[in-house]
């Protein structure tokens, strides 16, 4: 059983910052991207941020240069740094991962999702 446990997403005032964290849980063999998406409501979910397995990060055009996402290997975990934030960044946030596991086909996974509000 595999499991992408999220932590990080709360309230914070407009131009203040946040932290994301997503871990994995259970037994893989490879972790081939990892990332956040997002869903404000009424709108579609949306790509924030991805790494790849090479350690390559592609950025949504609206956080770029605010938003930094960052992972530790050894820990299975991305962060996802958020600075500078405004009120459209309010959604849910999302992880997401596509990971490999001994013996399976791979399959992308979604966490349960973290509230972020940017009040104004």
């Known amino acids: 059983q595999v499991q992408l446990v999220e932590s990080g997403g709360g309230l914070v005032q407009a131009g203040g910052s946040l932290r994301l964290s997503c871990a994995v849980s259970?037994?893989?063999?490879?972790?081939?991207?990892m990332g956040w998406y997002r869903q404000a409501p009424g709108k579609q979910r949306e790509l924030v941020a991805v790494?790849?397995?090479?350690?390559?990060?592609n950025y949504a055009d609206s956080v770029k240069g605010r938003f930094t996402l960052s992972r530790d290997n050894a820990k299975n975990t991305v962060y996802l740094q958020m600075n500078s934030l405004k009120p459209d960044d309010t959604a849910v946030y999302y992880c997401?991962?596509?990971?490999?596991?001994?013996?399976?086909?791979?399959?992308?996974?979604w966490g349960q999702g973290t509230q972020v509000t940017v009040s104004s």
């Open positions: 997401n991962a596509h990971i490999s596991r001994p013996g399976l086909l791979p399959q992308r996974y």
């Open positions: 259970g037994i893989i063999f490879r972790i081939n991207d």
């Open positions: 790494i790849t397995g090479g350690g390559t990060t």
